[in-house]
C-alpha cells in the first residue's frame, strides 16, 4: 500500500497537478517513503523490491530502509536510523502499516475463548472454523489461517475470494452430510504498481518488472471486473486517463475556503 500510495502521489504532483495552481508548485512536494525492514515491497523476491525502489527514485520519492517511526506530531514525525532518532518536518503523513481487524474478531474470541494475533485476527481451524464451533466459518481480513507452511496467509483479496469460495462449497456440502478437506490458499502470484507503465509482478518462478508487469495488472484487474459492460468502461476511463495525464476529482478543503471563495479569491 505505501509503495503504491507514495508512488501515485507522485505522479499527481509532478503531472495531474502541476499547472493548476497560480502560488504553488506542486512539484516541489517532497515525498519520503519510510520503511522498517531493509528493502520496499519485503512480500516480494529481492529482484523485484529493488526495482520497484528504483521505478519511485525516478518518480522523485524519497525511499528510506532500515528506518522506524518512533513518533508523529502534527508537523513532523521521528524516525530511528541506526539506533540514532532523527526529526524530519512534514505537513502530511499517510500511515500504511497495517490495519486492526474488525472488533468482531474480538467479541468471538472472548465469547469462545478464542486466540487473537497481533492485528486482532481470530485463529481458525484448517476448514476455516473455530475451535469448538464448528457453526461459526470465519475467513479474510479477520481470520488468522496458520495450517499452511505455518505461516499465516497474507490479508489479501484473492485469500478472501478463495476463502469465501470454500465457506460455499463448505455449507453445501454440510447441508448434504459430505464432508470437504481443508483449505488450501492457491497463491497465484503478487502484483504491485508503482506509476504509469511501472509494476513489478512475482509469479513463482517468473518475475516481470516495467511495463509488461503493468500490462498484466491491467489484464488481470479487468478480467475481475463483474459484466463486459464495466470492463469496457472502465477501460475507457483508464486509456484516458493514461493518455491525458487527467484525474477527474477535485477537492477543495480547508477551514478558510468557503470565506476566500466569498472573498473571489480563489484557492486554485
Known sequence: TGVELAGTMAEISRHTLKREFRNIDPTDAQIILVEAGDRILPAFPSDLSAKAQNSLEKLGVVVRTCTKVSDIAADHLVVEFGGAPQKLPTHTVFWAAGVAASPLGKMLADAIG??????GRIAVESDLTLAGHPE?????????????NGKPLPGVAPVAIQQGKYAAKLIQARSRGQKLPPFHYHDLGNLATIG????????????????????LWVVIHLMKIVTFRNRLLVLVQWAWNYITYDRSARLITGANVERDLREDNPVL
Not at 461459526?136 to 499452511?148: N, P, S
Not at 504509469?196 to 500490462?215: E, M, N, Y
Open 114 to 119: 478464542g486466540q487473537l494475533d497481533r492485528s
Open 136 to 148: 461459526i466459518v470465519v475467513l479474510g481480513d479477520m481470520a488468522t489461517f496458520l495450517h499452511q
Open 196 to 215: 504509469r507503465s511501472a509494476a513489478v509482478a512475482d509469479l513463482g518462478k517468473v518475475h516481470v518488472s516495467g511495463l509488461l508487469a503493468w500490462w
